[in-house]
T-cell receptor, first 111, second 115 residues
Framework: SQKIEQNSEALNIQEGKTATLTCNYTNYSPAYLQWYRQDPGRGPVFLLLIRENEKEKRKERLKVTFDTTLKQSLFHITASQPADSATYLC??????????FGAGTRLFVKA | DAGVIQSPRHEVTEMGQEVTLRCKPISGHNSLFWYRQTMMRGLELLIY????????DSGMPEDRFSAKMPNASFSTLKIQPSEPRDSAVYFC?????????????FGDGTRLSIL
């Protein structure tokens, strides 16, 4: 079955630097891959969606890449700020209408 | 615009009791999802509905769990009888239509503790 692997270790970076988070999947390439942000005590919030025929997607300081050969998506936050500190979840469809989520990577941005 | 609304936000009860979690999706959204989140297993899909009809309940852990969607603006997830291992945060999410490329809009969850 399809599995998602995200780095379980927290990522600590300095304010102003670029944060890069990794999402790897194990089996077939999904048609779509999504990234969500989750703050403590809150539900996940949708950030970006990238399709399998798209190499890169941008939204303000966010950039997502999708490499179906490597079975990997990278999520970048440029000019990071302490307010970007959160857990970031990768999600993909498994066929049909189901979406599965990775465990998430916690990001800490230090001022 | 109101987002997905879940109630209660917190529930503490003793094992064996019936627990009912409630969800109001975003108006106009046709798909509704129930998830459970724990540290060990992350975010797991329990069941999803499209146009009020359950489409896939393969994620429901066992017969103690049941979900209903009597109309487009309300859904419940019921656990009877509850057990300590059911302790988790339960999220409801909705999306505009039954399509895997649609972002899901989550409520803020119900934190359930079974003693």
């Amino acid at each position: 079955s399809q599995k998602i692997e995200q780095n379980s270790e927290a990522l600590n970076i300095q304010e102003g630097k670029t944060a890069t988070l990794t999402c790897n999947y194990t089996n077939y390439s999904p048609a779509y891959l999504q990234w969500y942000r989750q703050d403590p005590g809150r539900g996940p919030v949708f950030l970006l969606l990238i399709r399998e025929n798209e190499k890169e997607k941008r939204k303000e300081r966010l950039k997502v890449t999708f490499d179906t050969t490597l079975k990997q998506s990278l999520f970048h936050i440029t000019a990071s700020q302490p307010a970007d500190s959160a857990t970031y979840l990768c999600a993909l469809n498994t066929g049909g209408f189901k979406t599965i989520f990775g465990a998430g990577t916690r990001l800490f941005v230090k001022a | 615009d109101a987002g997905v609304i879940q109630s209660p936000r917190h529930e503490v009860t003793e094992m064996g009791q019936e627990v009912t979690l409630r969800c109001k999706p975003i108006s106009g959204h046709n798909s509704l999802f129930w998830y459970r989140q724990t540290m060990m297993r992350g975010l797991e899909l329990l069941i999803y509905f499209n146009n009020n009809v359950p489409i896939d309940d393969s994620g429901m852990p066992e017969d103690r769990f049941s979900a209903k969607m009597p109309n487009a603006s309300f859904s419940t997830l019921k656990i009877q009888p509850s057990e300590p291992r059911d302790s988790a945060v339960y999220f409801c999410a909705s999306s505009p239509r039954q399509d895997s490329n649609q972002p899901q809009h989550f409520g803020d969850g119900t934190r359930l503790s079974i003693l």
